[in-house]
């Protein structure tokens, strides 16, 4: 059977949450490679969920919160995207490199976003392969070349 | 005796010239420069590792300047020696017959070519004025007796252009209070701050040795940019004179321009004598003396 | 408090290479505070190592334990239980922590995971600034609260050097010139004949390292009386 992607996305409840609840709600198609998790605010992630994940296996993880201006927390969207960019730095130092872990913006009523995003994603996630801590399915030394971060 | 201290006590206007050292140790040509000026000028000054760059020892070259016919005038920084260095050197100097000592602080050391050296300044300017003054006196920074006293004619830095001032004439008068006897300004294009420092110095009885510094095409094309840090500024006009010239031309220029800046610091009382920069250039020196009718 | 910076991971993880069972040992004190040691840092040291790790293809025993104050033999003593456990202990405390703890457990590899970087205040989440260099032997009642010896780069006790420019250091030139603020706070004060006194040559005896303090009220047991 083909290998699907499993990306992790943290969301917040107020803006990519509900976006993603009016993509379902639509019937608007995107892959399912996306467990959704969801937060009172992206402001809450901490870095050790995110490594967590990938030490759990997870191929991907996205964080997506709103738009920069409109936290109802007025800047945790802020700090999740400082955060975001440490923990990159983090997995970039270990070899596992920057580009499996992404912060979005995804307001409240965008759902067409929230499905760009998903595929973006995916797209990016399968062409970096499985995260080879999955079972030791593949040595390091066989790893793809990485893409780098940002979009 | 000082010829420097001589020719600042009888109102003769005195100049020195600056050595360049050599990186390295062929010293023919800073020689040559001795030979040439020593009828002209007063004595020479001799740069400590200035701008945090390794050079030849300052005190050999003050040597073997003296032992080429000139007086020297010998920097000590307090950058690159603790107190024991710097009181046996001044001992040593003393010992060879170098009595002009020009103190600085010295530029900190990330700024020259070994910016992992470890800085020292185990004495500050003014502590080492008063170590300088204490072994003249016939004792060291630890109180303890000397076998013979040295005899020096010790001088510091002022910079009437210091922005903010104020902390700067404190730390002024706390070098005259510590034994300074003259001091040098930094390089001077615009006389209107030294002539107010001047008007500020008439109850003080210290002898005023004002820079006088030939341009290098380099610094003059830096002097108008923002990465610009040196403790002299250069009023546009003065540039805009030395614009569109390369070269020797524009070394010439500049020469008569320093020349120039000079003959109007004598003319106005505005110090006892002239401290000449010009990169080691005999030639150039001759042309701001000339320019300056000196 | 003591500021440090973390050590970049490949210094880490080479120095760790050959072990197998790790213990990182946080510090909740200084090093917590300014967010490279504490019990948070520790966590994500020990999953970036069982990440690394496994991207190699090996498996990693990793504990986490973090102490009140690693610097301080009472805290740490209850570990010698757990560390027979490891092979090697990663500590993230600031250096006098990490030789306390290594004292302590002299048997095994100890490896620090922080650079010590100075005494600091905190000016705001994540950025710190050094103001005490710890040099027993305190100016800042006659500089205005401002100490020339650690914010004047070259440690100047009577002034400005020539190398001030706009009341900026000729160091660096975003920090202000010390001897600036300085004069601006004792001008403030009215307190500028301060400036005015000629302080002496720094007495660096006071500073030969080990450094070692024993309290007035412990002299007797510590047997300092007897020197003194």
Known sequence: ?151 | MSKLKEALDSGAFAAVAELQPPKGVRVEGMLALVAALQDRVTAFGVPDNEQARMRLSALAVSRLAQEAGGEPLWHLTCRDRNRLALESELLGAAALGIENVLVVSGDYVTLGDHPDAKPVYDADSVQLLQIARDLAAGRDSAGLTLDGAPNFFLGAVVIPEAEPLAPQLLKFEKKVKAGAQFFVTPPVFDLERLRAFRQSLAANPVKLLATVKVLSLEEAAQADTEEWRQVFRVPLEFLSELKDLEGEEFSRRAAELAGGLLKRIKAENLAEGAYLKAGGRVDLINLVLKAAGL | MIIAERKPFAEIAAAVAPYEKILILGCGTCVAVCLVGGEKEVGLLASQLKLAAGLRGRHLEVGEITVERQCDLEFIQPLCDFIADYDCIISMACGAGVQDLGQLCYMKPIFPAVNTSFIGVNLEAGHYAERCLACNHCYLGVTGGICPVTMCPKGLLNGPCGGMFNGRCEVNPENTCAWCDIFYRLERQGRLEQFQGILPLHPYQKRTTPGKVIHPAYKRRYGAHEQA
């Open chain 1, 1 to 151: 059977m083909a290998w699907v992607p499993k990306i992790l996305a943290f969301v917040c409840t107020y803006c990519t949450y509900t976006a993603a609840d009016i993509a379902g709600s639509a019937r608007m198609q995107y892959p399912a490679t996306v467990r959704i998790v969801k937060y009172l605010c992206t402001g809450s992630i901490d870095l050790l969920h995110i490594l967590k994940a990938f030490e759990a296996g997870a191929d991907g993880v996205m964080v997506s919160g709103c738009e920069a201006g409109s936290c109802h927390f007025l800047e945790g969207n802020l700090r999740a995207r400082e955060r975001v960019e440490y923990a990159q730095h983090l997995l970039e130092e270990i070899g596992l490199g920057r580009g499996r872990l992404e912060m979005y913006e995804v307001a409240a009523s965008d759902a067409h976003k929230w499905v760009a995003v998903v595929r973006e994603m995916t797209a990016r996630i399968k062409a970096l392969g499985p995260n080879p801590l999955k079972g030791g399915r593949r040595p390091a030394a066989d790893l793809p070349e990485q893409q780098g971060g940002g979009i």
